[in-house]
């Protein structure tokens, strides 16, 4: 039996009604939105309502995804769920949405934790098993309530992270969409202390004293994680780029995780392509780990910044240290 083309069918995106910008954050912690911006390139984040959870924000991204797919929940057999903040930690969020959804009651569903790569996790994951054939239609979801996971008094983490969710349908090729051309992943481990959220887990268990300190927020070294970031994204650019035989100015948009507009900029210096070529959203949503890069291709393709045509590079770094990137072709 032949391979099928596996192609991205559908995006869609969701963010919460909710806008919180620097100065709202300079009311709770000692910052400003001057300190915030030249730092980071964050003008204002998302923030999901009390009653809202991972799963809803999922649900909503991937109803948008199928609408503009042309399909419907009935016709997923997978879906897939990459976060760090699930709804509970048993079950996966992903057989809430598909609950939420409707969708077939023998479909696949399972999380995938990879922090801010996990995106490409899942992307990749899906595409494997796609192609497989023993699947047919994918919902692979990025989607994160970040603002449960912050100490709104610590200034280094609050002000970088947000709320939101996309998703994409992933499918045979109908002879539209974005094909997808490759994808590699990589893990440097070892360096955990450097970005984590230590409490809550089996080495760190649950405790009256783990709540009092803070362990269920997160906690991260922001200059070595940023150091540790750029040189990862620029060798999983290089890689499969030298690996699909591209040059840089081959690439018509680059689609990074949105962590900080610093990264971004060192990477386009890195690859000798003008900043205008990557499309950026952190200004608007701060860093949404898994959600940000399905997030940013969503409106990247509204916008009319991908086309026919075109080939796309996908980027992404994460806790552990995790890293990969994908080419899509349009």
Not at 20 to 43: A, H, P, Q, Y
Not at 68 to 83: C, N, Q, R, S, W
Not at 299 to 314: H, M, S, W
Request: net charge negative; proline share 4%; charged share 25%.
């Amino acid at each position: 039996m032949a391979t099928p083309t596996i192609a991205i069918l559908g995006t869609g995106s969701y963010a919460p009604a909710r806008v919180m910008t620097n100065d709202d954050l300079s009311k709770i912690v000692d910052t400003s939105d001057e300190w915030i911006f030249t730092r980071t390139g964050i003008r204002q984040r998302r923030i999901a309502a009390d009653d809202e959870a991972t799963s809803d924000l999922a649900t909503h991204a991937a109803k948008a995804a199928l609408t503009d797919a042309g399909l419907t929940a009935a016709d997923i057999d997978l879906i897939i769920v990459a976060t760090i903040t699930p709804d509970m930690p048993m079950p996966a969020c992903a057989t809430l949405v598909q609950a939420k959804l409707g969708a077939k009651t023998h479909a696949a569903c399972f999380d995938l934790n990879a922090a801010c790569s996990g995106f490409l996790y899942a992307l990749d994951t899906a595409w494997a098993m796609l192609a497989s054939g023993r699947y047919k239609h994918a919902l692979v979801i990025g989607a994160e309530k970040l603002s449960n996971a912050l100490d709104w008094k610590d200034r280094t983490t609050c002000v970088l992270f947000g709320d939101a969710a996309g998703a994409i349908v992933l499918g045979p090729s109908r002879g539209d969409g974005a094909r997808i051309i490759g994808a590699k992943l990589y893990c440097e481990g070892g360096m955990d202390e450097l970005l984590c959220i230590p409490g809550g887990g089996s080495a760190r268990p649950t405790t009256p004293e783990s709540v009092n300190n803070g362990d269920r927020f997160i906690k991260m070294k922001g200059r070595e994680v940023f150091k540790v970031a750029v040189r990862e994204m620029e060798d999983a650019v290089e890689e499969i780029l030298e690996q699909h035989a591209l040059d840089a100015d081959q690439i018509a948009c680059v689609i990074p995780h949105q962590a900080n507009l610093r990264i971004i900029e060192a990477i386009a210096k890195s690859l000798k392509l003008p900043l205008e070529r990557f499309f950026v959203n952190v200004d608007r949503y701060g860093n949404t780990s898994a959600a940000s890069i399905p997030l940013a291709l969503d409106e990247a393709r509204k916008a009319g910044r991908v086309k026919r045509g075109d080939t796309t590079l996908l980027v992404a770094f994460g806790a552990g240290l995790t890293y990969g990137s994908a080419l899509v072709r349009w």
